[in-house]
């Protein structure tokens, strides 16, 4: 007699707000339909191990973790590169859907499992949910990614906060944030905390990026404050400017870097804020402005928060909407959904180039609202020049629009 029948869920990558919720759904309608549900810890690990670690889930477990922060599964960047699948894990297990949750890795490594299956005789669905804080995968209509609002709502508590401390201090701080390839995290916190100076990768994009022109562009912004009397504020650095950086840049800023599987440096590893702040302090030292400065990292903090109502709402959906598409036969797919509540799918190769890559979802600066945000902040501009002159010997090198066009 054949096992019951089980679908496998499995996470990827880095946490982020909402997992839970997202396990929790796929897991409830599941077993309402009479499915076993197995969580498998590890992720992809966990696939090539001979002896996988099961979480199995009933009714009362999937129904406890609904609105908790982090995730209920244990995580892993393993990527699988030689190593043998067990099959054994989806035949012994009577496995008819494995629900991978992560990022476009994820995503395309699942379907590639799924298509060695198929080739044993092992026939199983894939579908994946999408999930960063980074908020930088394609979706269609540029809907969020599951876990940005949350960790921007964090990042927003705590961005607050160091702001009433630096008015409440006269002092600035110097702050940084997650973001690999774009901006999202950081221009969203930005722009709810007004902070009067926001660094993100998209603003270089018709100049090369260097420390010199990110410490110019913080150093601007405590310019433009002081000769309006305001001694105090928030820069924040997005990490995703580290990724653009010259190798040039990175190999002479006294960081020894540490690199992940993907190629990219391990930015974990170091503080990007004590980084900036160490640049920025050292410049005003040598200008002979006396301001102090001090860093803030938000890092990890913002990843395993609890999910607040929009992602919850939006979790919910897409693991429900994990079971129509499945119930549709439906397979090899992203799931997705719009602002009107409609599920979904989205193949990979709907968004990937021709180099069978994904190009990342950037912040429009060129959006009405990216040019509205940058004309509220605070930088030294033509008008400004004979007043810097009082801090700057050369105010010109501190204009905000002359450092993003430099050549």
Not at 122 to 144: A, M, Y
Not at 217 to 231: A, F, T
Request: aromatic content about 10%; some cysteine; charged content about 25%.
């Amino acid at each position: 007699m054949a096992p019951k029948k089980s679908i496998l869920l499995f996470c990827g990558g880095g946490p982020a707000p909402g997992i839970n919720a997202v396990i929790s759904t796929v897991a409830k309608i599941f077993l309402k339909d009479g499915y076993r549900v197995l969580g498998l810890h590890e992720g992809f690990k966990g696939i090539f191990s001979e002896e996988p670690q099961i979480k199995e889930f009933d009714f009362a477990h999937a129904d406890r973790i609904f609105s908790r922060g982090g995730s209920t599964l244990i995580m892993s960047r393993f990527k699988p590169k030689d190593e043998k699948i067990n099959t054994k894990l989806f035949s012994d297990n009577n496995v008819k859907l494995l629900v991978s949750i992560g990022g476009d890795d994820t995503a395309s490594t699942a379907n590639r499992i799924t298509g060695y299956l198929t080739k044993e005789n092992i026939f199983i669905s894939n579908i994946h949910v999408p999930k960063t804080i980074d908020n930088d995968l394609p979706l269609p209509d540029r809907n969020p990614t599951f876990g940005f609002h949350s960790a921007k709502d964090e990042g927003v508590r705590i961005g607050n906060t160091t702001y009433e401390d630096a008015r409440t201090s006269q002092n600035w701080f110097v702050m940084s944030t997650m973001g690999r390839s774009a901006g999202h995290l950081a221009f969203g916190i930005a722009t709810s905390c007004h902070f009067p100076m926001v660094v993100i990768p998209e603003m270089f994009n018709n100049t090369a990026i260097t420390f010199d022109k990110v410490v110019r562009l913080i150093i601007s912004s405590i310019v433009k404050r002081k000769i309006e009397n305001i001694n105090y504020g928030v820069a924040l650095v997005s990490e995703g400017v580290f990724h653009i950086m010259p190798d040039s840049e990175l190999d002479h800023c006294g960081i020894n870097f540490t690199y992940d599987d993907h190629g990219h440096p391990e930015l974990g590893n170091v503080s990007k804020s004590h980084i900036f702040n160490m640049l920025v302090q050292s410049k005003l030292k040598e200008l002979g402005i006396n301001i102090k400065s001090r860093p803030v990292e938000l890092g990890y903090e913002l990843r395993c928060c609890r999910p607040i109502g929009f992602d919850l709402t939006l979790c919910t959906l897409l693991g429900l909407g994990v079971k129509k598409l499945f119930d549709q036969g439906i397979s090899g797919c992203i799931v997705t959904a719009n602002s009107r509540g409609e599920v979904t799918p989205l193949f990979l190769e709907d968004i990937q180039g021709e180099d069978g890559k994904i190009a990342p979802r950037l912040v429009n600066i060129d959006s009405e609202f990216a040019k509205l945000f940058f004309q509220n902040m605070h930088y030294i501009q033509e008008s400004d020049y004979e007043a810097a002159k009082a801090y700057l010997p050369d105010p010109e090198r501190y204009d905000f629009n002359k450092i993003l066009s430099e050549q």
